[in-house]
C-alpha cells in the first residue's frame, strides 16, 4: 500500500529558493538532497526525480508540499471567476476589503480589487431568513437568464454564495443542479460545501478563492501526476493541506485554498514531532529560509492551530496551523527606503540569480551576502555542491554602504542586525499576542538560516533554550512523513435556544461524522480506522470573537458542556487579558469535526555515543555580536558529533544543510537523537 511502504516513498518541498527532497524510512533518512528551485514548480519536481535516479533512487508514492496557492494570492494572479449572490449583496467583497494595519507583518501589499469584480457579481432574487427558510423562491426563467450572463461575460467558473445557505443549503444545490442542465461546461462551486459558517464575508470570499484556484490547482496537479508517471510512480500523490494533515490531490484539487500554508505547515509538524522526542513538548518555532521566514507555536506536542488567517490582504477562514509568515529570508535584499533609510526583505533573490555570492548574476546585497562576509558561513554551502565568492560579496557591501560612508564589514554587520531585529519582533507579536511571555519559550531554529540566525534572536528576547534538530534544513520534507491524513468538517450551530442541548448536539455531531466517512471512502484512501475529534466554536452573546474548544468523543452530557464554557472563558482571558465569566451568555456558533487516517511514523533512531574526544575540522575568525568583533574558534562538522558530546562557544558547527553559531558564554550539547541543544543565561 501507498501509505505504509515509507522505504519508496519520497517527501519533496518546493520552495522559493531551494526545493527539498527526502527519503526516510525505519533507520532514518535514506537519501537528502537541497536543489535549486526553478521558476516553473513542476519544473523542480522533474529535477527532483532527476536527482533521484541519479543516485539509483525510484521511489512509488509522492508526499508533496506545494506552493501554487500561495503564490498565486501573494501575486493577486487569479483566474477569472464569476459570483451569484443573493439581491443586496453586490458590494460583499468590497465593502469588507480588508485594511493593511500599522504593525502587519504581512510580506504582500493588499490586493487591488477583490477577488470577483462588480462586473462578474450577478444578484438573484432567491431569499432565505436567518433560520433557513425559504422566502422567495428562485425560478427556472432567472436561472436561464443567469446561463445568457455567463456566456455574454464568458465566464466559466461560477462560485455560488446565497445569504443564510449555511442553514439551508438547498437552494443552492438546485441552482447548480439546474445551472449545469443548462450548461455542462460550467464549473459551480457552492459556499454551502466549501465553508458552511454563518459568516456571510467570509463564505462567499472562501468560496470565491476556492473557485479561481480550481483550475490553477487541476492544472498543476495534472502536470505533477504526468511528472510522476514519467518517472515511474503511478500512485496519486498525498498533499500537504495548510491544517498539518495530508490528502488526495483528488480533494484538494476540490480545496485548493486549503494548501496555502502547505510547506511551513509540514515544517510545524516535524518541530512538534522532534522537539516532543527531545523533551521540548512546548516550543516557539522558527524557520527561516531563503525567502521568508515562518514562525509558530507547538503546545503539549502539537501545532497550535486556529479558523482565522489572511495571505495576500484575502481572508482564510478554514483550518491552518497558526503560522506567522514575514518575507525575511536569507535571500532577503537590503534596499534603502525613500527617506533613506535601511531595510531587509521583503523582496528576495531567491535562488536565482541568488544573492551576489553566488555568483550567478546577482547584483543586490542579501543577508546571505552578510553572513558569509563575516565569516558567520563557510565558503561553499551544500557539501561544496554551492561555492561562495566572499569576495564579491565583499565588493557589493561596500557599494551598498557608501550611501552612509559605511566599509563593508560594518554594513554587513547592520544588515544582519536589521534582519535580527524584524525576526525578533514578529516572534515577540506571536508570543504576546497568544498570551505568551517569550522569555519563558523554548525556541526552536529550522530552515537553512534559521540556525545561523537562532542565538541572536534568542538573546534578543531572553530565551535561554535553543534547539536545532538533526537536519533543520530539510524540517518540511520530513513533516510531511510524520502527518496523518485529515479531513475537517463544519456546520453551523443550532439557531435556537436549545443549542446546548448536550442529546442534539451529540446528534449533529454523529451526522456530521457520517458525512466525514462517506467523503473519506470516495477518496480510495486505505481501510485504516477513522479517529474523529470534535470542536465548538463559542462567544458571547452580542460579540463577534469565536475561540474554538476541543469536545471529548461520545455522547456528550451537561457537565461536560459545562467544563467547555469555563475553558472558553480562560481561554479569553489569556489571549485577551479579561472574560465575562457569570456576566455574558455564551453560545455556539459552529460544530466542527476533524477526521483522522493514521500512517505509521518515522522513526527518530538513536544516534551513536560520542566516545572520542571532540577534533575540529577547522577554525576561523568569525563575527559575534555578544562580543562586538570577530573571535578565533573552532569549526565542527555535525556529523561527527554523537550523543552525549559538548561543545563551548564561540564555536561553529556545520553540516550539508545549515549552519548553526554557538555564541561565547553558551554551551551546547547534543543528545540521543542529535539535536543540538544551546543553553544561554537569560537576558532580563
Not at 460545501?193 to 454563518?198: A, C, G, K, S, T
Not at 509558530?296 to 482564510?316: D, K, M, S
Not at 450551530?493 to 467523503?519: C, M, N
Amino acid at each position: 500500500m501507498l501509505y505504509t511502504q515509507m522505504m519508496t516513498t519520497v517527501g519533496i518541498d518546493i520552495g522559493g529558493t531551494f526545493t527539498d527532497i527526502l527519503i526516510h524510512d525505519a533507520s532514518g533518512p535514506v537519501f537528502h538532497k537541497k536543489i535549486p528551485s526553478a521558476t516553473d514548480p513542476v519544473e523542480s519536481l522533474r529535477a527532483a526525480f532527476s536527482a533521484l535516479h541519479t543516485q539509483h533512487l525510484r521511489p512509488s508514492a509522492l508526499l508533496y508540499s506545494t506552493t501554487i496557492a500561495t503564490n498565486a494570492l501573494l501575486q493577486h494572479s487569479l483566474p477569472r471567476t464569476g459570483l451569484l449572490i443573493t439581491a443586496g449583496f453586490r458590494h460583499i467583497l468590497e465593502l469588507n476589503q480588508p485594511q493593511q494595519a500599522g504593525d502587519d507583518e504581512s510580506s504582500a501589499p493588499l490586493p487591488s480589487r477583490p477577488v470577483v469584480p462588480l462586473e462578474d457579481i450577478h444578484e438573484v432574487t432567491e431569499r432565505l431568513d436567518a433560520q433557513g427558510n425559504v422566502q422567495i423562491p428562485i425560478s427556472a426563467e432567472e436561472i436561464r437568464a443567469i446561463v445568457a450572463w455567463c456566456h455574454a461575460q464568458n465566464l466559466k467558473t461560477i462560485a455560488v454564495s446565497l445569504l443564510h445557505s449555511a442553514r439551508n443549503p438547498e437552494p443552492e444545490r438546485q441552482l447548480r443542479t439546474i445551472l449545469l442542465t443548462e450548461d455542462p461546461s460550467l464549473d459551480v462551486l457552492l459556499s454551502s460545501d466549501v465553508l458552511p459558517e454563518q459568516r456571510e464575508y467570509e463564505r462567499t470570499a472562501a468560496t470565491c478563492l476556492n473557485a479561481a484556484l480550481q483550475s490553477l490547482m487541476g492544472t498543476h496537479l495534472n502536470r505533477v501526476r504526468h511528472s510522476m508517471q514519467e518517472s515511474g510512480i503511478h500512485r496519486p500523490p498525498l498533499i500537504m493541506q495548510s491544517s498539518g494533515g495530508l490528502h488526495s490531490g483528488a480533494r484538494v484539487g476540490q480545496r485548493p485554498l486549503a494548501t496555502v500554508f502547505s510547506g511551513p505547515s509540514a515544517a510545524a509538524v516535524a518541530m512538534a514531532r522532534v522537539g516532543t522526542a527531545s523533551g521540548f513538548s512546548d516550543l516557539v518555532t522558527f524557520d527561516m529560509g531563503g525567502t521568508s521566514t515562518d514562525i509558530t507555536l507547538v503546545q503539549a506536542g502539537q501545532p497550535v492551530l486556529t479558523t482565522h488567517g489572511q495571505i495576500g490582504g484575502y481572508p482564510l477562514r478554514t483550518p491552518m496551523v497558526d503560522i506567522t509568515s514575514i518575507g525575511a529570508g536569507g535571500g532577503s535584499i537590503a534596499q534603502v527606503d525613500p527617506d533613506t533609510r535601511w531595510c531587509v526583505g521583503p523582496l528576495s533573490a531567491g535562488a536565482d540569480p541568488g544573492p551576489v555570492c553566488y555568483g550567478r548574476g546577482g547584483t543586490e546585497v542579501t543577508v546571505t551576502d552578510a553572513n558569509l562576509l563575516l565569516h558567520r558561513l563557510p565558503t561553499s554551502l551544500l557539501d561544496g555542491a554551492l561555492p561562495l565568492s566572499r569576495e564579491a560579496a565583499e565588493k557589493a557591501l561596500f557599494t551598498f554602504g557608501q550611501s552612509r560612508r559605511k566599509g563593508a564589514a560594518e554594513t554587513a554587520q547592520d544588515i544582519v542586525q536589521l534582519v535580527n531585529h524584524t525576526m525578533c519582533g514578529a516572534i515577540r507579536r506571536v508570543c504576546t499576542q497568544r498570551g505568551l511571555d517569550p522569555r519563558e519559550a523554548t525556541l526552536m531554529a529550522v530552515g537553512g538560516a534559521g540556525p545561523l540566525h537562532a542565538a541572536d534572536l534568542a538573546a534578543l528576547l531572553g530565551i535561554s533554550t535553543v534547539v536545532v534538530p538533526a537536519q533543520p534544513g530539510f524540517a518540511a520534507p520530513f513533516g510531511l512523513f510524520c502527518a496523518d491524513i485529515r479531513e475537517d468538517y463544519a456546520a453551523p450551530a443550532p439557531s435556537d435556544a436549545a443549542a446546548l442541548d448536550p442529546q442534539r448536539l451529540t446528534h449533529f455531531f454523529t451526522e456530521l461524522e457520517h458525512q466525514a466517512q462517506t467523503t473519506l471512502n470516495q477518496q480510495h484512501l486505505p481501510d485504516i480506522p477513522r479517529q474523529f475529534r470534535r470542536a465548538v466554536d463559542f462567544h458571547y452573546v452580542d460579540m463577534s470573537t469565536h475561540l474554538t474548544i476541543d469536545l471529548p468523543q461520545g455522547r456528550l452530557s451537561g457537565d461536560i458542556l459545562h467544563q467547555a464554557v469555563t475553558q472558553f472563558h480562560r481561554k479569553h482571558e489569556r489571549l485577551y487579558g479579561f472574560s465575562f465569566q457569570d456576566r455574558k451568555d455564551v453560545t455556539l456558533s459552529t460544530l466542527r469535526i476533524t477526521a483522522i487516517v493514521t500512517r505509521p511514523k518515522p522513526v527518530l533512531p538513536p544516534i551513536a555515543e560520542q566516545t572520542d574526544p571532540i577534533q575540529p575540522i577547522d577554525t576561523r575568525a568569525v563575527f559575534f555580536f555578544e562580543s562586538r568583533g570577530f573571535l578565533t574558534c573552532p569549526v565542527y562538522a555535525r556529523p561527527h558529533l554523537g550523543a552525549g558530546a559538548a561543545l563551548t562557544g564561540p564555536a561553529v558547527v556545520e553540516q550539508y544543510d545549515t549552519t548553526t553559531l554557538i555564541p561565547p558564554d553558551c554551551q551546547a550539547t547534543v543528545d540521543r537523537f542529535g539535536t543540538l541543544i544551546l543553553k544561554r543565561t537569560p537576558v532580563r
